[in-house]
């Protein structure tokens, strides 16, 4: 028997804004309505991004929304559990150091998520070595979206060599997330479609570092007037905690709550997302 586990990963760069709480309320439905845990991970990795006090004010946030987390972790303690995959990544002879720079990547073939690395530093290793890149050769990781349906890109021509440890000596987004991802025992993962195609690179890690795929699904994005996703940077306004936002929350992710439901307080909200939440309201429509 497996026991299920959510969690949400939020980037302590603000306050939580509307976007952000698709995810955590998306995730939090899902694992609490099998009766599983929810684990909150503080995505602090990276310290360009951090904008001091969002930890404090995204945990009273949750809080006051009523969305209680079983267990609270933060990616900056688990370096030495990053270094460890990287060198299993070594030993499995799927890496290399990359040597170019920005102008040099720059002028490769664009990608959906920015220049597709044509593998200069493959066979030709220079010095200094900045980045380390994983080899993407070969690989077309087959997995299940819940909402997308069945994924098989060819990781190497769609997207590229990626780097998996940075030149700053930062561990990469995609290879953290797998390693805590599995640290926590996380077996659902809902957040934004943003984060498609790193679904794919994370599933391509997990089969070389011989890890199970979880059960994914990748939720609507929430965006501004302009169709511009919603995020931190691009100066989305912070959630006002209360049943209101929640009942919006839930609207957008298509559960259809009643009108008078905004005029209850959070804990009475979440209950009625409990005994109603349904992922398939999110499956496109066929026919
Ligand atoms: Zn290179």
Request: charged share 10%.
């Given at each position: 028997m497996t026991s299920v586990v959510g969690r949400f990963a939020p980037t302590p760069s603000g306050p939580l804004h509307f976007g952000s709480l698709v995810a955590a309320l998306a995730s939090w439905l899902e694992a609490k309505k099998q009766k599983g845990l929810w684990v909150l991970r503080i995505d602090d990795l990276d310290p360009l991004r951090i904008e001091s006090g969002s930890v404090d004010s995204i945990l009273a946030c949750l809080e006051v929304l009523g969305l209680e987390w079983d267990q609270l972790t933060y990616q900056s303690t688990r370096q030495e559990a990053y270094q460890a995959a990287l060198e299993q990544l070594w030993q499995a002879e799927r890496l290399y150091g990359c040597s170019c720079s920005r102008k040099q990547l720059a002028q490769a073939p664009q990608g959906p998520e920015g220049p597709i690395y044509p593998g200069t530093c493959r066979h030709t290793p220079r010095q200094p070595q900045l980045a380390t890149r994983f080899l993407t050769k070969g690989l077309m990781p087959a997995w299940e979206d819940q909402l997308w349906g069945t994924r098989r890109i060819n990781l190497e021509k769609e997207l590229g060599d990626f780097v998996v440890w940075r030149a700053d000596g930062v561990c990469s987004y995609h290879l953290a997330t797998v390693i805590d991802d599995q640290i926590e025992g996380v077996t659902e993962i809902l957040r934004g479609s943003d984060l498609l195609l790193s679904a794919d690179r994370q599933v391509a890690l997990r089969q070389i570092l011989g890890l199970p795929t979880p059960k994914y699904a990748h939720l609507p994005l929430a965006t501004d007037f302009k169709g511009q996703k919603l995020s931190k940077q691009s100066g989305a306004m912070p959630v006002k905690p209360g049943g209101a936002v929640l009942v919006e929350t839930l609207a957008f992710l298509k559960?259809?709550?009643?009108?008078?439901?905004?005029?209850?307080?959070p804990k009475e909200v979440l209950n009625w997302g409990l005994a109603h939440?349904?992922?398939?309201?999110l499956k496109p429509k066929r026919g």
């Open positions: 559960q259809n709550p009643p009108a008078n439901l905004k005029l209850a307080g939440w349904s992922l398939d309201q």
